[in-house]
């Protein structure tokens, strides 16, 4: 089974340039999570999806950050402008999705992350 | 206060030691407690999961769970240089993940 796929691994811009991350989750995983995880510090969760809906994007910057999934699969994350504090790493996840049968949880299977730099 | 509080080490351990993690959290509802592993520059992968207070086991990891006192652990047996990873604790209220900072446990050979 192929896992989640991110692109591009790795990004340096300088601050004020825009910046766009891609990921392609486990094919037939309705839920999809983008997480911020800064050095030294756990995942943040950014935005969830299920199919191509929000499910929460309490936590996303939307002054300068924006995702979309459509079709519900693949799905894009944008900074524009980016500023020096968004350097970390955005890590894409997947799962079957909210199902009454599996109760409150389903395991989320993480992609490698992209690496961004903001010089 | 952080919902989850996990101390980052870094904890550095002989091959063949137990390896003993934990993390405290503060927020009542979470249902679910999980153990992801991350190694360098991979993305975090499920080690275990529970979401009952007591103990389980899954080869040479335990997880623990003392809901009472809003505490985890995880316990790594007979420690081998490829456990050597970043641990990561999470702890689940309705899908949504809280993660702690990390430990960062390195097992010399």
């Known amino acids: ?119 | 206060q952080k919902e989850v509080e996990q101390d980052p080490g870094p904890l550095s351990v002989p091959e063949g030691a137990i390896v003993s993690l934990n993390c405290t959290y503060s927020n009542s509802a979470f249902q679910y407690f999980m153990w992801y592993r991350q190694y360098s520059r991979k993305g975090p992968e499920l080690l275990m999961y529970t979401y009952s207070s007591g103990n389980k086991e899954d080869g040479r990891f335990t997880a623990q769970v003392d809901k009472s006192s809003k505490y985890i652990s995880l316990f790594i047996r007979d420690s081998q240089p490829s456990d050597s990873a970043t641990y990561l604790c999470a702890m689940s209220v309705y899908y949504k993940l809280s993660f702690g900072a990390g430990t960062t446990v390195t097992v010399r050979a």
């Open chain 1, 1 to 119: 089974e192929a896992g989640v796929a991110q692109s591009p691994r790795y990004k340096i811009i300088e601050k004020r340039q825009s910046v766009a991350f891609w990921c392609n989750p486990i094919s037939g995983h309705a839920t999809l999570y983008w997480y911020q995880q800064i050095l030294g510090q756990g995942p943040k969760l950014l935005i969830q999806f299920q199919n191509n809906g929000v499910v929460d994007d309490s936590q996303l910057p939307k002054d300068r950050f924006s995702a979309e999934r459509l079709k519900g699969v693949d799905s894009t994350l944008k900074i524009q402008p980016a500023k020096l504090e968004d350097s970390a790493v955005y890590l894409c996840a997947s799962s079957f999705g909210i199902r009454e049968e599996a109760g409150e949880w389903e395991t989320q299977y993480f992609g490698p992350g992209t690496r961004l730099l903001v010089l």
